[in-house]
């Protein structure tokens, strides 16, 4: 029903319209090529469909300003670090207090043991550690998960992200003989070959879980709940229990990274739905956008920790870094947990999910669209397929990044900022009825213009 010239049309007309609109983040665009590489700090800044990516001036809540001048109802939420809100007034006061007391000393503080305690009280996992990034804490979880076990192997699913760790860095790929795992060609000077040591299969396949499992050489299984990187695939109905009962009878440790599903429900999915694992992985979030992260487990992987770090030599362990566990970092997460995310706070973003989700689906009956939507908890996005997707490859086949692509810059010249990655939409505590409406409505007109067009 939506044609390539329809978005070709759509796309060229916004384009024109996002730089007459913005001619001030287009002028410091120009301005920053000079000295940073490809024109940003940092290159996922390039992820979004815009001629250039839009210059933030102020956030607060769920409101991004721009410095044209522009207030956008922000659903992107910086891609999940801010999905309770910008700068919400708990955090800020808190961070300008610990900014004047001292930022990184490398030395523990009272309010770090108060936030061990409320960090096993929200999660159910009694052990914890904070490392700068999620990306850190799974490379740490891997290694302690290698080193307890005496398996060389880890298990991930086809279509993961997990941060930028080497080790998840496998796909599988068709090819004539089938589907076979391939080091992700994209990766840039890689030297080492994963093959041997990163075993990948597709989510919600329990035959090929059982199959590898079985075979005792997997020191762990990575995985988020549901995954979200590839879009969202939900986990098959009594798959994470079967994923549960395999690595307990084989001796395999269950990591579950809730870094995009803490949106689930209060403590994350696992918390919210079951089943537990035996180590979880938290980062963007839990520090309300300050650079932080933490992984939890339970006292027996501790126990093993302790046996390992007992008959090893003395030296550096391959984990952390210097500014893991910063004051700054502890006290961030200290009020986000205490007088931020809470269960009012999921309410709220639950219940506006639910009005959000039943709107897309409105819009996509009215119009007949071979669409879909999905949500995790607070996490929404609408999948321009008909059926949901049950695994990565699934998933990838569906995306239709020029169509998605016209469709966010549509809803950014109208004040509706998306996720640049296959259109997530986030609900925070901040987010207003008002907020998900308009969405809603610029939506449905986008929509119109595509199927007229």
Not at 171 to 178: C, F, I, T
Not at 258 to 270: K, R, V
Not at 355 to 369: D, F, P, S
Not at 400 to 428: C, D, K, T, V
């Amino acid at each position: 029903m939506i044609s390539e010239a329809a978005i070709d049309r759509i796309a060229e007309r916004e384009a024109a319209t996002f730089r007459a609109a913005n001619p001030k983040s287009l002028e410091l665009a120009q301005r920053a090529s000079a000295n940073w590489f490809q024109g940003v700090p940092f290159h996922w800044m390039l992820d979004w469909p815009s001629p250039a990516p839009l210059v933030a001036a102020t956030a607060q809540g769920a409101t991004l300003t721009t410095v044209d001048g522009h207030s956008l109802d922000d659903f992107c939420l910086g891609d999940t670090a801010s999905m309770f809100g910008h700068s919400p007034a708990p955090l800020a006061d808190a961070l300008a207090k610990q900014a004047g007391e001292g930022l990184s000393y490398m030395l523990p503080t009272e309010k770090g043991v108060e936030l061990g305690t409320m960090l096993a009280a929200m999660f159910g996992l009694p052990r914890w550690q904070v490392t700068t990034t999620a990306s850190e804490a799974n490379r740490a979880v891997i290694r302690w998960c290698r080193g307890i076990t005496g398996r060389r192997k880890i298990l991930i699913f086809n279509g993961c992200y997990h941060g930028a760790v080497d080790d998840v860095f496998v796909d599988l790929k068709a090819d004539a003989s089938g589907r076979e795992p391939r080091v992700r060609a994209s990766l840039i000077g890689q030297v080492q070959d994963l093959l041997p040591t990163t075993t990948v299969i597709e989510f919600n396949d329990v035959t090929a879980l059982e199959r590898e499992l079985k075979r005792g050489d997997i020191a762990c299984v990575l995985a988020e709940p549901v995954m979200t990187n590839v879009g969202m695939v939900r986990d098959a109905p009594g798959y994470l229990e079967a994923l549960r009962r395999l690595c307990s009878e084989t001796g395999t440790i269950l990591v579950f990274d809730e870094t995009h599903t803490i949106s689930s429900g209060y403590g994350g999915h696992s918390t919210t739905f079951g089943p537990r694992p035996d180590m979880m992985v938290i980062g963007k979030s839990i520090g309300g956008g300050v650079p932080t992260a933490v992984y939890g487990f339970t006292d027996d992987i501790a126990e093993r920790m302790v046996k390992l770090n007992a008959r090893r030599p003395s030296g550096h362990s391959g984990i952390g870094t210097t500014l893991s566990a910063n004051a700054l970092a502890i006290a961030a997460m200290h009020v986000m947990l205490g007088k931020v995310i809470t269960h009012d706070a999921y309410r709220h973003m639950l219940v506006l999910a639910n009005r959000l989700v039943k709107g897309i689906e409105a819009v996509i009956a009215a119009h007949k669209l071979a669409w879909h939507v999905t949500n995790v908890g607070a996490r929404v996005e609408f999948v321009c397929a008909e059926m949901p997707a049950t695994n990565g490859s699934e998933a990838r086949a569906a995306m239709q990044p020029r169509l998605e692509a016209a469709i966010h810059l549509y809803l950014a010249n109208r004040g509706i900022l998306l996720a640049p990655f296959h259109n997530m939409m986030l609900l925070s505590p901040a987010t207003q009825e008002g907020q998900v409406d308009r969405l809603l409505a610029e939506l449905g007109n986008a929509v119109v213009e595509l199927t007229d067009g």
